[in-house]
């Protein structure tokens, strides 16, 4: 099993992995799906146009803020995560739904990039699939949904292609 972070769970280590099985990826990372060049990714990296968020996103993720943040008592941590998210909750009602989504132009770059023509990701969980034309190759990008009581949608890939399926609620 893989696990992959989000934008609220990239504290998750080592120590995690060790106790749970899991390998963890790298966000992104090109795994080939039964020949098709794919990259899988948590998403919020294509949200270019959140200048803020991009910010959290760039300090969050410092070795320094991790390690002093795991240093303090855990009560004080889950007050600090939930101060955190308070914010980020309300700030999401004053932005407009465009600036919260990807950027095409930072997709397309990752397309070219990483030399792939499927993107796998959720974060904005606007599920869809999304064509682009990058250097004249048809390439797809697959939104995948949040999960919420009624509705765990994964996507499913094999030789025949992608399949969106409900797991149950």
Known sequence: MYFQHGNRDFLVGAEFAAATGVQLLGDP????????PTLLSHGDAFCTDDVGYQ????????????????????????????????RSD??????????MDVNPDAVREAFRAYDVRRLIHGHTHRPAEHDYEVDGARCTRHVLADWQVGRCEA?????????????GA
């Open 90 to 99: 309300g700030g999401k009602q004053m932005k407009s739904s465009a600036i």
């Open 155 to 167: 996507l499913r890939v094999d030789a025949a292609g992608v399949d969106r399926v409900n797991l």
């Open 29 to 36: 990372v090109r795994v080939d799906l039964f020949g098709v």
């Open 55 to 86: 910010r959290w996103r760039r300090f969050s993720r410092t070795d320094a803020l991790q390690a002093g943040y795991r240093a303090l008592p855990r009560t004080w941590r889950e007050r600090i995560a939930a101060g955190i998210r308070a």
